[in-house]
Nanobody
């Protein structure tokens, strides 16, 4: 099993910046893709950015040019640098990882508990 713990959420003014981090720990064979999702009040969870183990990155259109996802495979961490924040970025941000717990076993999705990002003046 794996545990994902996010950090870095908080209150920031529009136009400001914030960095999120997620650390994976536990017992597993390999972590495959990692991603950040978010869920705003009254809305469905949405993908913000994802990154494969090989470094292939995808962003939601709403955050392109403003957010940057990165990962450290050796440390099994994933980060999200958020710049030029807008009120509509306000949400609980969740770390996600696809984990192969044992060789030959299908990967499973794991989720962190989330960290709240509030963009408001």
């Amino acid at each position: 099993q794996v545990q994902l713990v996010e950090s870095g959420g908080g209150l920031v003014q529009p136009g400001g910046s914030l960095g999120l981090s997620c650390a994976a720990s536990g017992s597993y064979f390999v972590i495959n893709g990692m991603a950040w999702f978010r869920q705003a009040p009254g809305k469905q969870r949405e993908l913000v950015a994802s990154i494969t183990r090989g470094g292939i990155i995808e962003y939601a259109d709403s955050v392109k040019g403003r957010f940057t996802i990165s990962r450290d495979n050796a440390k099994n961490t994933v980060s999200l640098q958020m710049n030029s924040l807008k009120p509509e970025d306000t949400a609980v941000y969740y770390c996600n990882a696809g984990v192969t717990e044992r060789p030959g076993i299908n990967a499973k999705d794991y989720w962190g508990k989330g960290t709240l990002v509030t963009v408001s003046s």
